[in-house]
């Protein structure tokens, strides 16, 4: 279903991050997309694509979309911004016209996009975490925790021993297990990213990139 404010995420965890934290910085007007339900115009419609593949190749087909004005992108940096940040660029490219910075830009990336047959369209890019650094959302979700916070350095220093006694997991997914093992010592065990934000009892929702983040959202789809 076309919309004309849509959010593109990799997948449905990475939506209820985004929609609950800026639900909770007072971004009413965001939802996570479902089939068949109407949306007013000024609505931010998440809509998660089933991986960072299948996002990157679905931006040919949604950018030319004659109703779309706004569109947000967020993927994951992984282990590196630069490549990712290229990979975006050449999917894009042959769909229209725009300056295309030679790397992210650190507080979020707005372009104004003019299309071969369609008006022009305000387009914004986040890479996780923070436009600079390789990661993904995992990063992004652990610079949310406070630094007071004293399960977060015992649940680092637990997966560090695991890792010396057998790592049964890549690299990059070391986040991945720090966070879902601080998630499991939590008052509800097992609850997903996004389940947390909601309540935000132990996470810093003012922290820095989370304030980055929303400042971004609001200059893509000029909320106030």
Same mark, same amino acid.
């Given at each position: !279903?076309?919309?004309?404010? +849509?959010? %593109? ?7 209820? =991050? ?6 909770? /910085? ?19 419609? =998440? ?8 996002? %990157?190749?679905?931006?040919?087909? &949604? ?6 004005? *706004? ?19 050449? +999917? ?20 104004? &996009? @003019? ?5 022009? %369209?305000? !387009?914004? #890019?986040?890479? !996780?975490?923070? @436009? ?6 995992? $990063?992004?979700?652990?610079?949310? =925790? ?12 637990? &997966? ?7 790592? *049964?997991?890549?690299?990059? /997914? *070391?986040?991945?297990?720090? #966070? ?14 996004? $389940?947390? #934000?909601?309540?935000?009892r132990y996470l810093d929702l003012n922290a820095?990139i989370a304030q980055q983040f929303v400042a ?6 000029? &909320?106030?």
């Open positions: !279903m076309s919309h004309p404010n +849509r959010l %593109l995420i990799e997948g449905i965890d990475d939506a209820h =991050i985004i929609r609950n934290l800026l639900q909770n /910085h007072q971004i009413t007007n965001c939802q996570i997309d479902r089939p068949g339900t109407y949306y007013e115009a000024n609505t931010i419609v =998440i809509q998660e694509q089933g991986g960072k593949e299948k996002l %990157l190749k679905n931006l040919p087909i &949604v950018l030319p979309d004659g109703d779309l004005r *706004r569109l947000g992108i967020v993927l994951d940096a992984d282990n590196d911004v630069n490549a990712k940040w290229q990979s975006i660029q050449a +999917r894009l490219s042959p769909q229209g016209q725009f300056e295309w910075p030679t790397a992210p830009i650190s507080n979020g990336t707005l372009l104004i &996009v @003019n299309r071969v047959k369609q008006s022009p %369209l305000q !387009m914004g #890019i986040w890479l !996780m975490p923070d @436009n600079q650094q390789a990661g993904a959302v995992e $990063e992004f979700f652990s610079y949310l =925790i406070p630094a007071i916070d004293k399960l977060w350095p015992m649940a680092q220093q637990g &997966v560090s021993d695991v890792i010396q006694l057998e790592q *049964r997991f890549p690299d990059n /997914h *070391r986040k991945k297990a720090e #966070i879902n093992t601080w998630l499991a010592w939590q008052d509800r065990p097992g609850r997903r990213l996004g $389940e947390t #934000i909601s309540s935000a820095s971004w959202i609001r200059r893509l789809y000029d &909320v106030q």
